[in-house]
């Protein structure tokens, strides 16, 4: 059974990089700056995951058709063998999930009836709600991508809209002085209260499942399922934290060395750049992790700590992918801030399912599709917690000319 996983696993792997490539080969062929040599080498990639993707389904089919069933027993009249349930699944929240999916995805209608009854506040059908553990395995994956959302502050709501209140950093000024000991004493500066309001938005996807790996497993069936609903949640939300940031009306322009610690240095309250991080995307870093001081030394150090991880002025920088942290107008991002103190993503936390094997072309291609819905919001809690800056070309800063020598300092030997 391990063996027919893996061959499952490495084809449905195999399959995602057949995919990928195709993008990536599209995506050359409209490239102005078209490479010959290049765009043989993804051909050539190509070819071969085709070939091993391939070869993975030959070997899974022929592994399935050679699986001898274990475990089993005669039955009365003895000619019938029926499998022993030697284990106890003691995930029944999973099992029961797997179960009423498969159920869901093979038309049973006890299932679609328990389904189609639950609709939400805009009258549209909800599908199996995906519970809190399978959730958890999803965001499991979400981090093996470069998600922004451990970044962020994440709450989980329970209503479809709401509001919160924060208080932002301000200048706080002295209490009064009251010399007189018969003086009023006057109100203090309340702090500056801000109400922050959500509401709860649908983003949804429909992926393709075909009629072979419905047949597989409910465990492969859900490992696949998990895989692409993560994929879909990082691009989802790593778009709408970015676009929450992009509303961010400080938007400090770095052109010079200079401006890159004058940003650090000034851009923020202390209290919030003692714990905020640099935000780059690969692009971006390449650029700052050329620059250099005047005295020769690059702005961008290791961490005595750990080298692995870069720093400016003590500064943690995180470098995302430019997939997920694209530049602008060929710009690079320079998000600098505590995003956890100034973005707040609301997580409705109620991903469903639904699926079809007549609608949306799964009839005409016999394949089934399921949509899957995620519910959240982002919203920008404290516009004071970060700035939103860019970058194009930094040049290195002028070194120093050292001072020349004047004449009452210059000795004459006598």
């Known amino acids: 059974m391990q063996k027919i996983n893996d061959l499952n696993t490495a084809w449905i792997s195999r399959g995602q990089q057949v995919s990928d490539l195709a993008d990536k080969m599209q995506a050359a062929a409209l490239n102005d700056e078209f490479s010959k040599e290049d765009y043989e080498k993804l051909s050539n990639e190509y070819d071969q995951a085709v070939a091993q993707r391939d070869a993975a389904k030959h070997s ?23 499998p022993v349930n030697t284990k106890i699944n003691t995930n029944k929240n999973k099992l029961t999930f797997a ?80 010399d007189d000991e018969t003086a009023e004493i006057g ?15 649908r983003y949804a996807g429909i992926s393709t499942i075909t009629n072979t790996l419905l047949q597989d497993s409910a465990e492969n069936l859900m490992a696949y399922l998990n895989n692409w609903i993560a994929r879909k949640v990082v691009v989802t939300r790593n778009q709408k934290i970015l676009e929450a940031v992009g509303n961010q009306s400080k938007k400090p322009t770095i052109s010079k060395f200079d401006d ?106 016999d394949t089934n599709k399921v949509r899957v819905i995620d519910r959240f919001d982002v919203e920008i809690a ?15 800063q002028v070194p120093t000319a050292p001072t020349a020598p004047t004449a009452s300092t210059t000795g004459t030997g006598k």
């Open 60 to 82: 899974l089919d022929i592994a399935r058709a050679n699986q001898k069933p274990a475990n089993t027993e005669i039955d009365d009249k003895g000619d019938n063998p029926k």
């Open 99 to 178: 179960n009423k999916f498969v159920g869901m995805m093979k038309g049973d209608p006890k299932i679609v009836d328990e389904m189609t009854s639950s609709t939400d506040v805009n009258g549209n059908q909800i599908g199996l709600t995906i519970p809190l553990d399978q959730q958890t395995a999803i965001h499991q994956l979400v981090r093996q991508y470069q998600s922004l959302e451990p970044f962020v502050n994440v709450e989980a709501v329970s209503t479809i809209s709401g509001s919160r209140v924060w208080e932002k950093f301000q200048d706080i000024t002295p209490l009064a002085n009251l």
């Open 187 to 201: 109100s203090n500066d309340d702090p500056a209260l801000t109400l922050v309001k959500y509401q709860i938005h």
């Open 260 to 365: 890159v610690i004058h940003t650090l240095n000034t851009s923020l309250d202390p209290a919030i750049a003692a714990t905020s991080t640099i935000f780059t995307n690969v692009s971006g870093f390449d650029v700052l992790s050329q620059v250099k001081d005047a005295k020769g030394r690059y702005l961008i150090q290791p961490d005595v700590t750990d080298p692995s991880k870069k720093q400016i002025n003590g500064t943690p920088v995180v470098v995302v992918s430019d997939r997920w942290l694209p530049d602008n107008a060929g710009s690079h991002p320079f998000i600098f801030g505590d995003l956890t103190q100034g973005v707040t993503l609301f997580d409705r936390e109620q991903m469903s399912l639904l699926s079809t094997n007549v609608g949306a072309g799964a009839f005409e291609n």
């Open 382 to 396: 404290d516009d004071g917690a970060f700035v939103n800056g860019s970058f194009k070309d930094i040049p290195d």
